[in-house]
């Protein structure tokens, strides 16, 4: 079946540091990727998602990139903050429609000033 | 963004007794609503699909009389765990899929503790 593998934390960094978040994904067909945000004490909110191989995507900074060859779609940031300390999911839907998402187990980042 | 909510945010109970959790849709209408259990240092694991007006579809391994879905209208969706036993101790998070454009919206999630 689908799943999602995801890089274990917690990941600690130092403010303005370079993030990575590692995630690669198994599934049939062309899924659609996810990366969703839990900050403490919020449910998850969408950060960015990608729906086709080569899309990039994008918000607050974070970007990623549906790789197809490898099949990827890490998480990165140029510059983190102390406010982006949280739990961090990367999960896709099968491609064909339908709404359930197949999560990561997730990954805890925090940043330290 | 919109808005679920879930009610309580965390229950104590004892072993056998029942408990009702809440989703709510505060600002759009929900015609699916999904129920996730989260464990410690684990993935969101789906448990089942509530579509309003129709019994819920469970995944593989959830006891279906044992987690009772009730999807009543498009803007509610109850969980309700019975006999609870110290190992459905756990973090049960809802979402709801927004009509208009199917995106996925998270509650805040229900911890429940059974002594």
């Known amino acids: 079946g689908d799943s999602v593998t995801q890089m274990e934390g917690p990941v600690t960094l130092s403010e303005e540091a370079f993030l990575t978040i590692n995630c690669t994904y198994t599934a049939t067909g062309y899924p659609s990727l996810f990366w969703y945000v839990q900050y403490p004490g919020e449910g998850l909110q969408l950060l960015l998602k990608a729906t086709k191989a080569d899309d990039k995507g994008s918000n607050k900074g974070f970007e990623a990139t549906y790789r197809k060859e490898t099949t990827s779609f890490h998480l990165e940031k140029g510059s983190v903050q102390v406010s982006d300390s949280a739990v961090y999911f990367c999960?896709?839907?099968?491609?064909?429609?339908?709404?359930?998402?197949?999560f990561g187990t997730g990954t805890q980042l925090k940043v330290e000033l | 963004g919109a808005v679920v909510s879930q009610h309580p945010s965390r229950v104590i109970c004892k072993s056998g007794t029942s408990v009702k959790i809440e989703c709510r849709s505060l600002?759009?209408?929900?015609?699916?609503m999904f129920w996730y259990r989260q464990f410690p240092k684990k993935s969101l694991m789906l448990m089942a699909t509530?579509?309003?007006?129709?019994?819920?579809?469970?995944e593989q391994g959830v006891e279906k009389d044992k987690f009772l879905i009730n999807h009543a209208s498009l803007t509610l969706s109850t969980l309700t765990v019975t006999s609870a036993h110290p190992e459905d101790s756990s973090f049960y998070i809802c979402s709801g899929v927004k009509r208009e454009n199917r995106e996925q919206f998270f509650g805040p999630g229900t911890r429940l503790t059974v002594l």
């Open positions: 600002d759009f209408q929900a015609t699916t």
């Open positions: 999960a896709l839907i099968k491609g064909g429609g339908g709404n359930k998402l197949t």
């Open positions: 509530s579509n309003e007006g129709s019994k819920a579809t469970y």
